[in-house]
């Protein structure tokens, strides 16, 4: 306990010196004005649309009133690539268009290659089939 205040204590104090935002700081402070009226935009926008939707965030979905089939982005990239569970129903979803949005905290068309927690086969459908519709404090893609 007492490691982790003390990282903690430190990406604080870099990121109120540096002026800079890391993942473990923005996640461990409250959220700025921008970031709280973004947030609840995103919120607004998946609430209002009628169909599923994928999200690296659950908080989304739950706030959203959409079903939470896929609870753990990373979990699930992780059990992909040891061979504990096969992503291929998921992938087949988003070829089909299946979710009318999709929500994640960062940009597919920007990064090279898939993050640590997207399996190859859903970072090439989402850029295969999807394309993003909104930027705000996640990217939010529809498909094409």
Sequence with gaps: AGVAVLVLSIALGLEARF??????ARDFRPPLPAEREGWANVAAFVTNDPG?????????LLVGGK????????????ATRTGQ???????????RGEFS???????????EGPPDDLTEGLYEAIRARYRV????????????
């Design 52 to 60: 599923p939707v994928y999200a690296d965030n659950v908080g989304v």
């Design 85 to 95: 569970w096969d992503d291929r129903e998921l992938v087949a979803r988003v070829m």
């Design 101 to 111: 949005l999709i929500a994640l905290r960062y940009d597919v068309f920007g990064v």
């Design 133 to 144: 519709i909104e930027r705000n404090v996640v990217v939010v893609y529809a498909p094409r």
């Design 67 to 78: 079903e939470v089939r896929y609870t753990d982005p990373f979990s699930v990239d992780y």
């Design 19 to 24: 002026g800079t935002t890391n993942w473990l």
